[in-house]
Nanobody
Framework: QVRLVESGGGLVQPGESLILSCVVSGGRFNTNTNPMAWYRQAPGKQRELVAGIIGDGSTNYADFVKGRFTISRDATKNTVYLQMNTLKPEDTAVYYC????????????????WGQGTQVTVSS
């Protein structure tokens, strides 16, 4: 059974950076051949797509993170990363990763049960 474990969140000030990690374990899962995505959910809001990456390395980003966030992966570690730069207070949310059916869909349609996520708080 595939398990997703997100980490790397924390409390930062506006303008600072964080790197989130998502380790995928279980089964014969390869992060390089499966579409993977990061999502986030802020209090009182729907969960939404942040960034996605597919087998050939193509990426998709939500407009609100373009130019600030970068999604990447390391198949040797079965890990997907989200480099977050120039963080803003509105980036405050719990961040999740998952295997996506469609990394171009803003509405999460994912394959596996959600992990616990990692909290990112941006505040001065």
């Amino acid at each position: 059974q595939v398990r997703l474990v997100e980490s790397g969140g924390g409390l930062v000030q506006p303008g600072e950076s964080l790197i989130l990690s998502c380790v995928v374990s279980g089964g014969r899962f390869n992060t390089n051949t499966n579409p993977m995505a990061w999502y986030r959910q802020a209090p009182g809001k729907q969960r939404e797509l942040v960034a996605g990456i597919i087998g050939d390395g193509s990426t998709n980003y939500a407009d609100f993170v373009k130019g600030r966030f970068t999604i990447s992966r390391d198949a040797t570690k079965n890990t997907v990363y989200l480099q977050m730069n120039t963080l803003k207070p509105e980036d405050t949310a719990v961040y999740y990763c998952n295997r996506a059916y469609n990394v171009y869909s803003s509405t999460p349609r994912v394959v596996y049960d959600w992990g616990q996520g990692t909290q990112v708080t941006v505040s001065s």
